[in-house]
Each structure stands twice: as C-alpha cells, then as structure tokens.
C-alpha cells in the first residue's frame, strides 16, 4: 500500500474493465450470465443517468462542510471515471459531519472509551471527511485507506490544507490501496465503515480484523454507517452488538 507521502501517478491505475469484468463474474457465479449481463446493463443506464446536470446539482447538497473548512469531500466533483469505478467498487459518498458526530457520541456513551488510547481507521476513506472530522477527537492517530488512487490525492490535499480550532488530532494519514487486505495494526482502534465492499470484500476484511484480534487480543470498536450488510459482523464470533440506530451500529470486540 502506498502511503501518504505518494503521488498519485506511483499508485497503482485501477482498470475500469477489469472491474467491471470482476463485477460482472461475481455476479454471474451467483445469479447466472443472463441477469448478471441485465444488471450490468441497469447499472451502466443508472450511470448515464446520474451524469445528468441535474443530478449533479442534486449531488452538490453535501457540500456544506466542504464550504465551512475550505476543502474538497464532496462527492458532487467526483470525474465519470471515478464515479463509473464506484458503480463496481462503492460509489464514493461523505459521511455527514452531523451523523458522524451522533456515532462518536454513541460509542462514548456505549464504550466511555480514552480515545487517546485509540487509533482511527477509515477503511474506504475518500477524500478524507472522516478522518478530518475524526480529527475533532483525541485520537492517537488517525488511518485512512482508499482504493482509488484520484480520491488518495484529494484527500491528501484536505489533510495538509485542513485548519481547524477545534483539532486535536494531527497524526492524520491517507494510504492509497486495497482495504480487503488491510493489515490492522496491533493498537486498540475504532474502524469506520461506511459500506467500501461488497459482500465477499466485507467477508476478507472481517477475516483480517479476526486474525488480527486472535494474534493480539485487544478493543476493537467498529462504527458502521448505513449497515447494509450487517450481519457479515453478526456472524462474526469476535464482535457484539452494543448499540446503534436504523443509520448505524456500532460493533465491539470481546
Ligand atoms: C461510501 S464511500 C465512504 C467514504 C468515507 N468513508 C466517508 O464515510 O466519508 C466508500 C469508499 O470506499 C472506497 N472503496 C471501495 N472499495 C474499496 C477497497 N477495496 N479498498 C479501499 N477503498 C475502497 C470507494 O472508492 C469510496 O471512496
């Protein structure tokens, strides 16, 4: 994994047509060649639809953060490139400043954790809203991995252009690369989640974190924004429920 120090053009070019071809497999292994090809065809529709002027206006509702710290998270100046590798990975969409405040005060009233204690981790970071608004809180450090090489820069820019009174946390990193396969550093953390996989992805990084747990047992919280495939960490031994709302759960080992 490349990380913050390097450019985009040393991060690996993710192809649009192995994606979609990975895409399209996956699906066709599950539901067969024909309605895979039909969903591939929807997808590619919704896309052309979504590129209309209107849409985009539609998309640029997010941007009041970006107004209030001069920066770039919004998912409104995503290019048709990025947003068509969405459509195969996870679109990109910032978490709103309001919700990701509401799951920090979740999980200190549920955990009443030190988060001086805590590293941050992002996995499917963007351009980096979490991990300036993670910033907010004492963390001992704070990680973001982003698979797209275009959304790593962005967020580089944000971190070291991002000023802000209210900072605590300055140890802030964004790395370029694969968060299926993320190696989870030994430290207690709180990982963030706001849908980057699909099923299988979610499955390899669950599989990571508890390798990960079993060789250094230690608190893990998981905050899950939309929780769409929540019970991938029902199922997992490790974790347990301890709170959340219909917007998110919030996760904890042991
Ligand atoms: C819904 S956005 C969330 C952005 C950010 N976490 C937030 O909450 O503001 C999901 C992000 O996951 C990224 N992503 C998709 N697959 C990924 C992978 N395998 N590894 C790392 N990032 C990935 C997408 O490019 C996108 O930026």
């Given at each position: ?20 071809l ?21 997808v ?11 849409r ?48 920090i ?40 991995v ?109």
């Open positions: 994994m490349d990380g913050s120090n390097s450019s985009a053009s040393a991060s690996p070019r993710i192809s649009l047509s192995g994606s979609a990975r895409w399209w497999r996956g699906l066709a292994a599950r539901e067969g060649r024909v309605s895979a090809t039909r969903r591939l065809l929807n590619l529709v919704e896309f052309v639809r979504d590129s209309t002027p209107e985009r206006r539609q998309r640029y509702g997010d941007a009041d953060y970006d107004w209030d710290h001069r920066v770039n998270t919004t998912s409104a100046a995503v290019g048709w490139r990025d947003r068509l590798l969405g459509v195969f990975h996870s679109p990109y969409q910032p978490t709103e400043s309001v919700l990701f405040h509401e799951m005060r979740a999980l200190g009233e549920h955990a009443r954790i030190d988060f001086s204690e805590f590293v941050f981790v992002d996995l499917g970071s963007g351009k980096g809203r979490t991990l300036l608004m993670a910033s907010d809180c004492p963390f001992r450090r704070i990680v973001g982003e698979l797209l090489p275009t959304l790593h820069e962005t967020a580089k820019q944000n971190l070291s252009g991002y000023h802000s009174e209210s900072q605590k946390c300055f140890a802030i990193e964004s790395i370029c690369g694969d968060a299926t396969e993320f190696p989870f550093p030994d430290e207690p953390t709180v990982l963030f989640l706001f849908n980057p996989f699909p099923e299988s992805g979610m499955r390899s990084m669950i599989a990571n974190l508890e390798q990960s747990l079993r060789a250094h047992p230690r608190a893990v919280y998981v905050l899950y924004h939309n929780p769409l495939l929540e019970h991938v960490l029902g199922e997992s031994a490790l974790l347990k429920k301890i709170g959340g709302t219909h917007q998110y759960a919030v996760y904890a080992s042991g």
